[in-house]
Structure formats: structure tokens, C-alpha cells
């Protein structure tokens, strides 16, 4: 069954062409909508709801077409936006409520789906005060709740986790998680975060200047592998702890790699093929020979960034060869075409996103 | 068994099978929830406040005419229905003036708009939705008044079938300008999210013209160019109203030297109104064009 499915769907502005020739089908389950600012993520989601006419193309969602059904669809769909839109000065439920039957829900039906809904998404005694007196995660509560109270089969979640802290943000993906698996609900959710996605999504979707740059399933992107990283800590003995766990490993035979992904920990990081129990064995002992503390001890799984880092040297060697543009590449029709500069820089950024966003990789 | 009524069941998520009433009920909601909210009914009550002393200070002088009526016995009431509301115009003023930027703005400043056009409703239902809400709100202010005055009327033993007349008058007059008001209120308070702003610009936009359009209009009439003051009158919405009823509702001008519009120059009052209500719910649909995601 699919969710979304666009046919070479395009969005042109006078000045600007935020989707270009877009084809992709969604099926149910949690998708990750990827891009960067500006890469024309919000102006498919508008096209989605059957708000703004696409220029060419079609697209239909939940098998209503867009151009002709939006109403329809509307009814069945959820819509999360990025920016607030929430007045300050009535309660959670008075909110809801009112949002509820604005989705065509009856009074008392509506009262009720409100206090499940406040409830399912973690709002209690709160939910009676008025929402100018949230916190951020609150108030992204309330978003979420408005949301999912009509029960639709599917929400766009525009950049939900914006402004959250790392706790909040954490609960927040949870709370996704759990509209897909306890809701059954499908999910749209846009992010510029990978790290995020990867956590909550079964696929992700990477669009950029309005092309559609990758669209695949989340296990795809992040196999688990057999390779262990190791972190070990200096002593007075040995200064460079990395080394000497590097060279004790070689003298018993093991193979070990740089971890040259340029990922949090590189250079103190060894990365070596886990045979079996026994390598984990080995480890310990040797670096409990060598004195050494060990800080960590895990397997390695690919980050959809390092997808985007072989994309990113290949614009960066585009750009120092002083490659033709963008639009004539495209119009010779070159695959390599299809990464402009920009994603280059943004897979950059976000890569750079995930070394601080820290935590995430200690797992 | 009380161990069992004291058990806490985790039901989980249950979906909706129920009805969904559609694109019409939501309207109907949205027009019913703005109505409540231009009382502050459903708000705080901070927000109850100004609208309820308005309320009461439109119809304390209909309650104090009928109590003087019925105490002397009079053969009239002091004040034509018609002209009931163009006297209590500043207090109607003040009221659109606070509650219109109330009834729209605050969706435009807080970005509620695109909630409600991401669901069933479409641009026409909200503005419609909108508009009918505020021009019922100000009915019941300028009507109730009347109401007041006609039930005072018939206890004071009035004659029945002229207060009835006049009455019918009066509501059809309050209706039109109820429609009118609440149009340019509301385009006024559409275009600005700034609450402050849009009280400030519907008071000017409501009092200022009246207050230019009388001056001009009484240097006219001292000048003796009595055929310029019909005229004049149509730039100002309060003296389109007065010239409206005056030509079709049998009411007595407040124009200087009671030189209301003849019933050719009444034709154009009415179209002018008509047009500028047309304009302004025009205004508002071009507007929201914009204000979508």
C-alpha cells in the first residue's frame, strides 16, 4: 500500500523552483523527509494537503489525488507545522477542542479525543492552564496532540523536534515512534537532523533543490556491522593509549583501521572486525595488560551521514575542477549532477550537527 | 468488589469511528466559536470585560428612555428607532474597534491560520465564517437596544402597529449596518497581526471621515449649498448609513438642516454600501489567499 506517491512533481515560483520533476512513493510506517533549508520540503507538504496546485505533475495521498480531493484528504490527514501557532491565552484543551471540531469531529466526541489525545501525547494536570505559560516541549505537545485528534491515518510533522532540548528532543522521537508502532498512524516527518531520523525513521527521503537525491529504507542507510570500536584512555605508561592498544592488538594478530569516517572520537577510536565472543575477550584483556581504561567498547553502525560524505567529496572535487554548473550538468543528463554545491555544504553542517550533538553515538 | 473498581486500566490508543461532520459543521463551529469569543464568552475573563460594559452601556439609555416613558406616559418614545444607533455611535465604534482585531488578528499574529486550512475547511468558510460572526455580534449589540425600546413601548401602551413599524425599521437598518461595520472592521484588523494597530486604524477609519464629512457638510450648510451635503455624506460610513435609512427607512437626517438624501441620491447611498461590503469581504478573501502555510 502506498501513502504518497508523486509523479514527476514539480513546483515552479517565478524566481525560484522549489520542486523539480519529483517522483517518489511513500508507503506506510515513519518516513524521514531530509533536505535543508529552503530544499523544498514545506512546499511539498502544502501540495500534499491539496493547499497550493503543483505546477506539473500529480501526487495523491492515501489514493485521493491532491488536485481534486484535498478536502478529503484533509480529513484524514494531520499537519504539525514548523513555526508556533498556538494563542497564548487559552488552555491546551479549550485548543484542541476547538481544533477538533474544526476537523469536523462532533462536540462531545471532539472532549473526548481531546483528553486522550492530551494524554497519549504526555500532557496531564497542564493541559487546564493557558498555553502562553509552556515550555517549548509543551507547547510541542499541543502541536503534536492538535495534530493526531481527529485520529488521521497520517500526520506531516513539520521539524517537531525544533527547539527542543536533548532530553525534550529525545521524547519527542520517542513520541513519533509511538504514533507509528501504538497508533498506527503513519508518519511524514521533515528534519535537517540525520541523526534524528535514523533514530526514529523506517525511511528516509532526501530531497534538494527540489530533487529527490535518495529514497531508502533507514536499514539500508545504517547496517549494523561487524566492526567494534574501541576508546581507550592514556596512562603515565603508555601517553598515547590509542597507539599502544593499536600496536598490542596488531602483536596478537588483529587487524585494526584508523576510524577515518571523521566521526565523533576519530583518531581515538580503533575499529577492528569483531570475529566472535572471543575478540570482545581479547580486547578486555588486552588493554587491562596495558592498564589502560577502557571508555568504550561497542559495534559500529553506519550514520546516514557517511552516505552523504562520498556526495560531499564528489561535489568538492566537481567544484576544484572548476566543473560546468549545475543546470548545464543536469542538462547533459550527468548523474553527478544531481548534488548541487549546497547539499555538499549541508551534508557538511550536518554532519558537523552530529559531533555536537553528542550522546547519540554512545549508545 | 473493591478490588476491582479501584483497578486502573491502560486502554491504549483507541481510534475514531465516529462521525465526521465535514467542511459545513467546522464552519458553523468556527462561526459560533468567534460569536461566543467577540463576548468573551470562552475566554478569560479579562476578555469579558470591555465587551459587557459596552453591552451595557448601549442599552442603558433604551432602559432609561422606557422607564421615562412609561412614568410620564408619554405618546412617543424620545427617539426614533432609526436613529437609536447613529446616537450611540462612538460606543458601537469602540466595540468593532476592540473585538474585530480580537475576532481575526489574533489568528494572523499567533499563526493559527494554518491549522485551520490544513483541515477540511477552505478560505471562503473562514472568512465567511468570520464575517458573519462579527456582523451578528454587532446586531446583537445595536439590536438588543431596540428590542428594549420596543417592548418598553408596547408596556407603555404605544401605539402598536407605529412601533412596530418603526421597529422593523430599526432592525432592518441595524442589520445593514451591522453587515457594513463589521466588513470594513474586520479587512481594517485582517491586514495587521498588531492588535494595537488595528484598534487604532478601525477607530480612525471610523471616526475620522464622520468627523471631516459633518464639519464639511455644516460649512455647507451655513454657505447654504444645501445640494453639496447629500453628496458629502457618502464619504463617511455613518452618514452613509443615516443617508440609507433616511431615503428608505423613514427615518429624520442627522445631516444640518435635516437635509438627508432624496430617494435618487438614496439609490446611490445604497449602492455605495452594498459595494463596500462587496469590497470588503473581496479584501478579506484576497487576504487569506496568502496567509495559508
Not at chain 1, 101 to 119: F, H, I, K, Q, V
Not at chain 2, 6 to 35: C, E, K, P, W
Not at chain 2, 78 to 95: H, K, N
Not at chain 2, 116 to 121: A, E, K, L
Amino acid at each position: 500500500m502506498t501513502v504518497i506517491a508523486t509523479e514527476s512533481l514539480s513546483m515552479r515560483f517565478p524566481r525560484v523552483t522549489a520542486l523539480d520533476r519529483l517522483s517518489m512513493d511513500i508507503g506506510p510506517g515513519v518516513t524521514g523527509l531530509v533536505g535543508a533549508n529552503g530544499a523544498g520540503k514545506s512546499t511539498l507538504i502544502k501540495i500534499l494537503l491539496g493547499l497550493s496546485p503543483a505546477t506539473e505533475g500529480r501526487a495523491a495521498v492515501l489514493g485521493l489525488d491532491v488536485a481534486t480531493e484535498g478536502g478529503r484528504i484533509r480529513e484524514r490527514v494531520g499537519y504539525m507545522p514548523e513555526h508556533d501557532c498556538l494563542p497564548p491565552d487559552v488552555s491546551a484543551t479549550e485548543f484542541v477542542v476547538h481544533m477538533a471540531r474544526m476537523s469536523g469531529l462532533p462536540p462531545a466526541a471532539a472532549r473526548e479525543r481531546t483528553a486522550d489525545t492530551l494524554r497519549h501525547v504526555g500532557l496531564y494536570e497542564e493541559r487546564y492552564r493557558p498555553i502562553g505559560g509552556y515550555s517549548t516541549g509543551m507547547k510541542q505537545r499541543v502541536k503534536l496532540a492538535q495534530a493526531l485528534v481527529h485520529d488521521p491515518q497520517l500526520v506531516f510533522l513539520d521539524e517537531p523536534t525544533n527547539g527542543l532540548d536533548p532530553v525534550g528532543r529525545d521524547e519527542m522521537l520517542a513520541l513519533i515512534r509511538r504514533v507509528h508502532t501504538d497508533f498506527g498512524i503513519s508518519v511524514l516527518v521533515t528534519s535537517h537532523l540525520l541523526g534524528e531520523l535514523e533514530r526514529t525513521c523506517d525511511h528516509v527521503v532526501v530531497i534538494d533543490g527540489g530533487k529527490l537525491l535518495r529514497s531508502s529504507s533507514t536499514t539500508d542507510f545504517t547496517q549494523t556491522t561487524a566492526t567494534l570500536a574501541v576508546e581507550v584512555t592514556d596512562s603515565d605508561e603508555h601517553p598515547d593509549g590509542t597507539a599502544a592498544l593499536r600496536a598490542a592488538l596488531q602483536g596478537r594478530g588483529v587487524a585494526t583501521q584508523d576510524d577515518g569516517g571523521g566521526l565523533p572520537g576519530a583518531g581515538h577510536t580503533v575499529l577492528l572486525e569483531a570475529a566472535g565472543e572471543e575478540t570482545y575477550d581479547l580486547v578486555r584483556d588486552v588493554v587491562a595488560d596495558l592498564g589502560l581504561g577502557l571508555v568504550r567498547m561497542e559495534q559500529r553502525r553506519h550514520h546516514i551521514a557517511e552516505v552523504f560524505r562520498t556526495a560531499d567529496n564528489a561535489a568538492a572535487d566537481n567544484a576544484e575542477t572548476g566543473g560546468p554548473g549545475e543546470n548545464q550538468r543536469a542538462a547533459q543528463g550527468e548523474p553527478d549532477g544531481q548534488v548541487s554545491e549546497r547539499a555538499a555544504a549541508w551534508a557538511a553542517t550536518a554532519a558537523a550537527a552530529e559531533k555536537t550533538g553528542g550522546g547519540r553515538d554512545a549508545r | 468488589m473493591p478490588a476491582d473498581s479501584t483497578q486502573i486500566h491502560n486502554i491504549g490508543y483507541r481510534h475514531y469511528d465516529g462521525q465526521r461532520l465535514g467542511r459545513a459543521y467546522a464552519t458553523r463551529s468556527l462561526f459560533s466559536q468567534s460569536l461566543r469569543g467577540a463576548y468573551g464568552l470562552g475566554r478569560s475573563a479579562k476578555s469579558k470585560v470591555l465587551p459587557m460594559i459596552l453591552f451595557g452601556v448601549m442599552c442603558a439609555p433604551a432602559l432609561i428612555m422606557v422607564a421615562v416613558a412609561v412614568a410620564t406616559k408619554a405618546n412617543d418614545l424620545p427617539v426614533d428607532y432609526t436613529r437609536y444607533a447613529i446616537i450611540l455611535q462612538a460606543v458601537f465604534s469602540l466595540y468593532l474597534a476592540a473585538q474585530a482585531p480580537q475576532t481575526v488578528s489574533r489568528d494572523l499574529r499567533f499563526k493559527t491560520v494554518p491549522l485551520y486550512f490544513s483541515r477540511p475547511i477552505e478560505r471562503v468558510d473562514y472568512v465567511r465564517a468570520k464575517y458573519a460572526a462579527l456582523a451578528s455580534a454587532l446586531f446583537i449589540l445595536t439590536a438588543v437596544p431596540l428590542l428594549v425600546l420596543y417592548v418598553g413601548a408596547l408596556l407603555a401602551k404605544l401605539d402598536f402597529a407605529d412601533q412596530t413599524k418603526g421597529f422593523a425599521q430599526g432592525l432592518v437598518s441595524v442589520a445593514l449596518l451591522s453587515v457594513l461595520f463589521a466588513g470594513i472592521a474586520l479587512l481594517i484588523s485582517a491586514v495587521t497581526p498588531r492588535r494595537g494597530l488595528g484598534i487604532a486604524a478601525v477607530i480612525a477609519v471610523l471616526t475620522i471621515p464622520y468627523g471631516a464629512v459633518s464639519t464639511v457638510q455644516a460649512i455647507a450648510h451655513e454657505q447654504g449649498s444645501g445640494g453639496a451635503i447629500g453628496w458629502l455624506g457618502l464619504f463617511s460610513p455613518i452618514t452613509l448609513m443615516d443617508g440609507v435609512q433616511t431615503a428608505f427607512l423613514g427615518a429624520t437626517s442627522a445631516f444640518p438642516g435635516k437635509e438627508g438624501p432624496s430617494t435618487g441620491l438614496g439609490v446611490v447611498y445604497v449602492l455605495v454600501v452594498l459595494a463596500l461590503i462587496a469590497g470588503s469581504y473581496a479584501g478579506l478573501l484576497r487576504r487569506y489567499r496568502k496567509a495559508g502555510l
